[in-house]
């Protein structure tokens, strides 16, 4: 490929360097019992979300939307985790996620007795925030 003749603005990706990528992060759920989950925000080209299925248990939403995306195109695990969740989205949210993380004790005592009531069933967690961060502000 001739990367001079490509037209801009464009996404070039290597399907098989993608592939070796997979393989190891497959590798490592595989040894460690983890399961690692697509950032969907950092790569959201949902073309390639099939693919990226075939090795990855899951995809990481930060909105309806994309938790959306995650569940119709790649049809696996979907995380979700959003500073807050809008009331009128909740449903819909619950309807396309398997793990919904609420961002305080507030938020999931709003939310708590719909997860629970739902048919489906959904794991939840809380984001705890210990004031720590590894870099400065």
């Known amino acids: 490929m001739n990367f001079n003749e490509i037209q801009t603005p ?7 360097l993608l592939i070796k990528n997979l393989e190891v992060l497959k590798s490592i759920e595989e040894r460690s019992g983890c399961h690692i989950l697509l950032a969907q925000k950092a790569f959201s080209m949902y ?9 990855l248990h899951g995809v990481a939403s930060s909105s ?11 049809g696996k695990e979907v995380h979700i985790f959003s500073p807050a969740y809008h009331p009128s989205d909740f ?34 967690g809380i984001r705890i925030n210990p004031e720590y961060s590894e870099v400065e502000t």
């Open 10 to 16: 464009c996404y070039v990706v290597d399907e098989k």
């Open 47 to 55: 073309s390639f979300y099939p693919l990226i299925g075939k090795y």
């Open 64 to 74: 309806l939307h994309e938790a959306r995306l995650g569940y119709e195109e790649m």
């Open 91 to 124: 449903d819909e949210i619950m309807r396309y996620s398997d793990h919904i993380v609420f961002n305080s004790f507030e938020e999931w005592a709003k939310y708590k007795d719909i997860v629970k009531n739902s048919n489906k069933h959904i794991e939840c």
